[in-house]
Antibody
Framework: EVQLVESGGDLVQPGGSLRLSCAAS????????MHWVRQIPGKGLEWVSG????????DYADSVKGRFTISRDNAKNSLYLQMNSLRTEDMALYYC??????????????WGQGYLVSVS | DIVMTQSPEYLAVSLGERAAINCKSS????????????LAWYQQKPGQSPKLLIY???TRESGVPDRFSGSGSGTDFTLTISSLQAEDVAVYYC?????????FGGGTKVEIK
């Protein structure tokens, strides 16, 4: 059974930093690209960032480019999102999502339960 | 960036009736080399994570009831629920994966009339 479990830090002030983690299990992690998608409660979905199967290709939404860094550790079956210079508009539920392909441009067949990032 | 526009934003349908949600992309998401439309649909029930329903515009994900179907090509797509059930109350999103940045439609909230 595929499982994606997000975790992270506590409330952070504007300008601060936070690192999200996603622990994956139930599939061959290094076969697939992985992504972060966020959702302000009550609002729509916004793709944040993606990383290819081997970490060789990464990309970001313009809204986070230069502030967020995605990475993965295939040995630990884990995905990360380092979030710096946080703004109040970054406050959202952050989902870890598995792609169906090894490259970034794909759709998502499994999602985590999400981790709420609070910036205040 | 490819902008995805869904309509309507809100849809109220009687149980057993048909619901249709539209999704329009600002540029074609049809790849000529493989004749595939890079378009997916998701369902998000209250308090839950999104769930994949449809990919390649019309291929149903395993386990998804056959009352859900996807159609369209190029820039215009439709998700149809042929006979609405109570458990279909949710917000539905389309997503293009033709190119990064990956983009979603704004969502359509489906409720029972």
């Amino acid at each position: 059974e595929v499982q994606l479990v997000e975790s992270g830090g506590d409330l952070v002030q504007p300008g601060g930093s936070l690192r999200l983690s996603c622990a994956a299990s139930g599939f061959t992690f290094d076969d697939y690209a992985m992504h972060w998608v966020r959702q302000i409660p009550g609002k729509g979905l916004e793709w944040v960032s993606g990383v290819s199967w081997n970490g060789g290709t990464v990309d970001y939404a313009d809204s986070v480019k230069g502030r967020f860094t995605i990475s993965r550790d295939n040995a630990k079956n884990s995905l990360y999102l380092q979030m710096n210079s946080l703004r109040t508009e970054d406050m959202a539920l952050y989902y870890c999502a598995k792609s169906t392909r090894g490259v970034i441009d794909g759709y998502f067949d499994f999602w985590g339960q999400g981790y709420l990032v609070s910036v205040s | 960036d490819i902008v995805m526009t869904q309509s309507p934003e809100y849809l109220a349908v009687s149980l057993g009736e048909r619901a249709a949600i539209n999704c329009k992309s600002s540029q074609s998401v049809l790849y000529s080399s493989n004749n595939e439309n890079y378009l997916a649909w998701y369902q998000q029930k209250p308090g839950q994570s999104p769930k994949l329903l449809i990919y390649w515009a019309s291929t149903r994900e395993s386990g998804v009831p056959d009352r859900f179907s996807g159609s369209g090509s190029g820039t215009d797509f439709t998700l149809t629920i042929s006979s609405l059930q109570a458990e279909d109350v949710a917000v539905y999103y389309c997503q293009q994966y033709y190119t990064v940045p990956l983009t979603f439609g704004g969502g359509t909230k489906v409720e029972i009339k």
